[in-house]
């Protein structure tokens, strides 16, 4: 049979073993963690940097980019302009917008092919001009039913993509070939 004495050296040796085990490991396990966040927490750094970098390069690339696409519209607008060139210069177009200070790259379209434009108020003069009007805003001005059918186009807002402007033209060549009758 085995012996008092013996059952509690052994749990003695068991507790002993616990504690000393909790304690190194307590000690040796906290400066492994440690050690793994610090890993970790550099590894995120580096990561945060090339995103950076990264997004850097991208945004000069949209800079570059958005340059490119302006610079060939204004090619695109300049030959646009030249082709209609020679089928609008002199005459004239009325001009009206709902808001007059969009005016600037649409009327420097209209007068780069050759035509006169003449901005319209809300009081139009009697009599009526001769020459077609364009429209601009989503509000018709109160006048507009003085004029006949074919004499106008409307457009919704100021700023046009470079078809946009082609087809504008296109659409003012046409006012004038079919409605007023000038080939």
Do not use: C
Request: no cysteine; aromatic share 8%; glycine share 8%.
């Amino acid at each position: 049979m085995i012996s008092l004495r013996y059952h509690i050296i052994t749990l003695v040796a068991v507790f002993l073993s616990l504690g000393l085990g909790i304690i190194l490991g307590g000690s040796i396990g906290q400066n492994w963690i440690n050690e793994k966040q610090q890993t970790l927490l550099v590894g995120l750094e580096d990561k945060y940097d090339q995103a950076v970098k990264s997004n850097n390069m991208l945004q000069k690339q949209i800079q570059e980019l958005s340059l490119r696409i302006e610079q060939s519209n204004e090619e695109f607008s300049t030959l646009v302009s030249k082709g209609y060139h020679t089928n609008l210069r002199g005459k004239k177009l009325g001009l009206w917008m709902q808001d007059a200070t969009q005016a600037g790259p649409l009327n420097q379209l209209l007068t780069s092919v050759g035509l006169e434009t003449v901005l319209i108020t809300d009081s139009i003069s009697t009599p009526i001009p001769s020459y077609p009007i364009l429209l601009i805003g989503e509000v018709d001005p109160p006048w507009i039913h003085q004029l006949s059918e074919g004499s106008w186009l409307q457009l919704k807002q100021a700023t046009l993509r470079p078809y946009e402007q082609w087809e504008l033209l296109q659409d003012i060549q046409d006012l004038y070939k079919e409605n007023l009758h000038e080939y």
